[in-house]
């Protein structure tokens, strides 16, 4: 007999794989190893100017609040009060560069074994005849990448690769977000709205009443003229990148509030960017609380503190969905 291809198929070629009657108590379906999950950076770190942006929005943010406009706008206050801002705002550093390097080195794609093909080979025709519900998502075939891919996953043609359980491909990080990094750039996108809105917040403050208050023209405030004056030694470095902050910082706050909400609402109803865009029938019979801890692990909001990933692991290997179905 054989297994119908599952319909949350969208991106990458498949075909209806025969299934063979197997006992599904002698199955067993291992997680990759963490180096096979692990990509260093060196190895691609995407498009240059994503990992430009991040990490001078990241360190200018944090060179020009330290210096210039958290002592300028809690000069009021005493020496300790400032000393403990100054760490907090070291710790939202600290957050947006760790989930961003977690978030490009942690790569969600399918890997075959080497230490036993022969297993392997069949792991989709297996798994197929575990049921016979036609509603059950299935294992499909890439005939690009040659290889059964799990349900859920599906071809990135930008990386080319098949990616497990593929939320969407980030340009601006230049990196698929799956099932092994969806945790750190949700977690990212928090750490940059926060970030960015108070960075933008002080900077905005600071430029009031040291420059606009100098100049008396917001004319003055416009990128290209303060770089026109930088250039011609009118004004310092400082004051152009303070000014270049408060542009990149508004624009921060703007993809981060897209970001964060669009995973925020499928990570909640235990869905995927792909299955919303691509209007996937798939039906969720977990709660918001499943499906959290699906994506990071036990006591999920813990990687809001700290990247939990190696105490808190997910559960499971992103290749069973017993909670989701077809509609």
């Given at each position: ?60 943010f944090l060179y020009t609040s330290l210096k210039y406009t958290l002592p300028y706008y809690f000069s009021d206050y005493d020496g300790w009060t400032v000393y403990y801002i100054k760490v ?101 996108s928090f750490w940059m709205l926060v970030g960015c809105t108070l960075g933008e917040f002080f900077t905005c403050i600071y430029l009031k009443d040291n420059i606009l208050e100098l100049s ?79 994506v990071f692990g036990p006591f999920w909001a813990l990687n809001f503190l700290f990247p939990a990933h190696i105490l808190f692991q997910q559960p499971g290997d992103g290749t069973r969905w ?6």
């Open positions: 007999m054989e297994a119908e291809v599952g319909p949350e198929e969208g991106g990458s070629p498949s075909q209806v794989l025969p299934v063979e009657p197997t006992d599904s108590r002698d199955l067993k379906v291992v997680e990759l190893p963490l180096t096979w999950r692990l990509r260093w950076p060196w190895r691609g770190l995407g498009p240059l100017g994503g990992d430009i942006f991040y990490m001078y929005v990241a360190n200018v907090a705002i070291t710790y939202v550093y600290i957050n947006i560069v760790t989930n961003w390097l977690c978030t490009k080195c942690y790569t969600s794609f399918i890997r075959v074994t080497r230490d036993r093909p022969d297993k392997e080979e069949d792991i989709a025709i297996r798994l197929n005849a575990e049921g016979n519900d036609k509603k059950q998502l299935k294992w499909r075939f890439c005939d690009i990448c040659e290889m059964n891919i799990p349900p859920r996953a599906h071809h990135c043609k930008v990386c080319k690769r098949c990616v497990l359980k593929r939320d969407h491909h980030c340009f601006v990080l230049g990196v698929c977000i799956g099932y092994w990094n969806q945790r750190f750039f949700f977690v990212l008396g023209s917001y004319f003055d405030l416009f990128f290209p003229v303060t770089l026109y004056s930088w250039v011609c030694g009118y004004v310092s470095l400082d004051v152009v990148l303070t000014v270049s902050m408060a542009y990149l910082l508004f624009l921060g706050i703007l993809r981060s509030i897209n970001f964060f909400n669009v995973q925020l609402l499928v990570i909640t109803n235990g869905k995927t960017s792909h299955e919303e865009w691509k209007h996937v029938p798939v039906r969720v019979r977990t709660g918001v609380s499943d499906n959290l801890h699906s017993d909670g989701v179905s077809i509609s």
